[in-house]
Each structure stands twice: as C-alpha cells, then as structure tokens.
C-alpha cells in the first residue's frame, strides 16, 4: 500500500510562486511513474504534470509548460512541483498521484495511488 501527503499549498498573488511537496511512504516510489493532477471548482480533475522513475522523463499540459517543474527525489521519497508565474486560472486543489508502472502518464486512470490534496489558491 502507498501514501501519498501533499504540501505546499497556499494563498498567492498572480505572478509569484510555490512549490508542492508529495511525501509518499512505501517502496515502491522510487520505480513508479508519478503525477501531479488539479481540480478547480466546479470542473473535471485535469493533468498538470508526469514524470517517469528515473526522473529524466517528464511531461506537462500545454497551460502550465514553461511555467512549472515537476521533480522528484527518490531518496527522500518525495515528488515536487515547482510553480512559478501562477495565474488565478490555476486555483485548484493539487494531487499527487502514483502510479504502478514506471513511465509518465497523462489519464488520471493510469494512477492508483491519489493524495488528499492541497489547496492553491491564486489572487488577481
């Protein structure tokens, strides 16, 4: 079984940045492919970003590429996402998710794993 615990999140002006941290538990993360997905009021859960096990891979939707980093330390079993030039169209709640092969992927029906969420609140 895997954990996943999100961190991070928050209240921030249009422009700044943060970043979201996913403790995962279990030993089975560092050979697995992870994601990070959102969920804005009233809309469907949409994929943000993916990175395979060895990190070298990743892939992101088109509205935050350039704009976000996905990373991971399998050392510290953690997955990150970096968030910079956020916009108020990426208020959502964040989840960290996992799956159990190691490549990335883009469905959230790829990922057995979820998290809780954490909130990303952005102001105008």
């Known amino acids: 079984q895997v954990q996943l615990v999100e961190s991070g999140g928050g209240l921030v002006q249009a422009g700044g940045s943060l970043r979201l941290s996913c403790a995962a538990s279990g030993r089975t993360f560092s050979s697995s492919g992870m994601g990070w997905f959102r969920q804005a009021p009233g809309k469907e859960r949409e994929f943000v970003a993916s990175?395979?096990?060895?990190?070298?891979?990743?892939h992101y939707a088109d509205s935050v590429k350039g704009r976000f980093t996905i990373s991971r330390d399998n050392a510290k079993n953690t997955l990150y996402l970096q968030m910079n030039s956020l916009k108020p169209e990426d208020t959502a709640v964040y989840y960290c998710?996992?799956?159990?092969?190691?490549?990335?992927?883009?469905?959230?029906?790829?990922?057995?794993?979820w998290g809780q969420g954490t909130q990303v609140t952005v102001s105008s």
């Open positions: 990175i395979g096990w060895s990190a070298y891979l990743t």
């Open positions: 998710a996992g799956r159990t092969a190691s490549g990335w992927a883009e469905s959230s029906r790829e990922y057995r794993y």
